[in-house]
């Protein structure tokens, strides 16, 4: 992998990362039309920006990363839980999804999934519009959404936005609530892949991760931020859109 591929890699998990559009999904297409191979130097590549997506949230949301806020974080726990209980038993069956097809039958699952929820979502009075006031139930059935995210192409975001969705919570506490989730998930995802792939690090390009870890960084958090202030204005239907389009596109490609 050279600065270049690492670079527009980067770029792509930072962008996609928390928004509802399946970071994997783009990465592995993103890696075939580059020419780069999905082996275990990838894997730690990925490791490496999905460290800097991490620290981008945390920069971003940093006021409640504190022990004044363990109500919060126990919360999310909880949420955390249903996945990687799923995650851990069956692991071996999700790595035989990882495919093309199934990515791009996924994210038109996902568009149509988002119309219909958009379709009849209507702001109520009741809806929960922070994010610390989601409650274990909640948060659990959102935890419960996002085991959908094991499969390539539904995308974790997409997965908790739809859940919180449902379970009361306003577009922006739902967003926010997938944003600070992603903190454990991926933290217990990269903490794993570094443990299976560390002796990868020795025959890294580190010029090149580091480019790419710059640029996730750098993207991620500009996106959350561009994310919050679009939501405040706007649905969730242009993602739905997108999603079918680009799921129709790669059945053709």
């Not at 851990?88 to 999804?97: H, M, Q, S, V, W």
């Not at 792939?197 to 996730?216: D, P, V």
């Amino acid at each position: 992998m050279d600065i270049f591929q690492a670079v527009i890699i980067g770029i792509i998990e930072g962008f996609t990362e928390f928004l509802p559009v399946s970071s994997t999904g783009h990465m592995i297409v993103a890696s075939k039309f580059l020419g780069v191979s999905q082996n275990a130097l990838t894997k730690a590549y990925e490791v490496i920006i999905q460290f800097a997506a991490i620290l981008a949230v945390m920069l971003v949301y940093r006021e409640k990363i504190t022990f004044k806020k363990r109500a919060l974080w126990q919360k999310l726990f909880v949420a955390f839980l249903p996945l990687a209980v799923v995650g851990f038993i069956f692991k071996d069956e999700i790595k035989a999804l990882f495919a093309v097809e199934i990515v791009a039958w996924m994210f038109i699952a996902g568009g149509i999934v988002f119309l219909i929820v958009e379709y009849f979502y209507k702001e109520k009075e009741w809806h929960i519009n922070d994010v610390e006031q989601t409650s274990y139930n909640q948060a659990f059935l959102v935890g419960v959404a996002q085991v959908f995210a094991l499969i390539p192409g539904v995308s974790r975001a997409g997965a908790t936005i739809i859940g919180g969705l449902m379970v009361g919570l306003d577009r922006k506490a739902s967003a926010e609530f997938s944003f600070l989730l992603a903190i454990p998930v991926m933290a217990a995802v990269s903490g794993y892949d570094l443990l299976k792939h560390y002796e990868e690090f020795a025959q890294a390009n580190w010029s090149a991760f580091l480019a790419g870890f710059i640029a996730a960084f750098i993207v991620a958090y500009v996106t959350i931020k561009l994310f919050l202030a679009f939501i405040q204005r706007f649905t969730f239907v242009a993602f739905g859109v997108y999603r079918i389009l680009f799921g129709m596109i790669l059945l053709m490609v």
